[in-house]
C-alpha cells in the first residue's frame, strides 16, 4: 500500500503562485509514476501532471503547459507541482495519485485509471 498526502493549496490572487507537494509513505518503492489531477465543482477530474519516480519523464496537460512544472525528489518521497500564472480556471482540488504498475499496459499515464492510490486532495482557489 502507498499513502499519499497533499499540502500547499490555498487560495491566491491571478497571476500568483503557488506550491503543492505530495508526499507518499508505505510500499514507496512499488511507486512507477505520480500523477497530479483536479477537479472543479460540477467538472469532471482532469489530469494536470505526471512523473515517473525514477525517470526524468514528465507529463503536462495543454491547459498547464509552460505554467506548471513537475519535479520529484525521491529522497524525500515527494513530487511537487510549482504552479506560477494562476487563473481563476485553475480553481480545483487538486490530487495526487500513485502508479504502482498493475494497470501500466492497460491505460495511460494521463488516465486517472491507471493510478491506484490517490491523496484525500488540497483546495487552490484563484481569485479574479
Known amino acids: 500500500q502507498v499513502q499519499l498526502v497533499e499540502s500547499g493549496g490555498g487560495l491566491v490572487q491571478a497571476g500568483g503562485s503557488l506550491r503543492l507537494a505530495c508526499v507518499a509513505s508505505?510500499?514507496?518503492?512499488?511507486?512507477?509514476?505520480v500523477g497530479w489531477f483536479r477537479q472543479a465543482p460540477g467538472k469532471e477530474r482532469e489530469f494536470v501532471a505526471a512523473?515517473?519516480?525514477?525517470?526524468?519523464?514528465?507529463y503536462d496537460a495543454d491547459s498547464v503547459k509552460g505554467r506548471f512544472t513537475i519535479t520529484r525528489d525521491n529522497a524525500k518521497n515527494t513530487v511537487s507541482l510549482q504552479m506560477n500564472s494562476l487563473k481563476p480556471e485553475d480553481t480545483a482540488e487538486y490530487y495526487c495519485?500513485?502508479?504502482?504498475?498493475?494497470?501500466?499496459?492497460?491505460?495511460?499515464?494521463?488516465?486517472?485509471?491507471?493510478?491506484?492510490?490517490w491523496g484525500q486532495g488540497t483546495q487552490v482557489t484563484v481569485s479574479s
Open positions: 495519485a500513485a502508479d504502482v504498475g498493475s494497470r501500466r499496459y492497460s491505460s495511460s499515464l494521463y488516465s486517472q485509471d491507471r493510478y491506484e492510490y
Open positions: 512523473i515517473v519516480w525514477s525517470g526524468r519523464s514528465t
Open positions: 508505505g510500499r514507496t518503492s512499488s511507486v512507477y509514476a
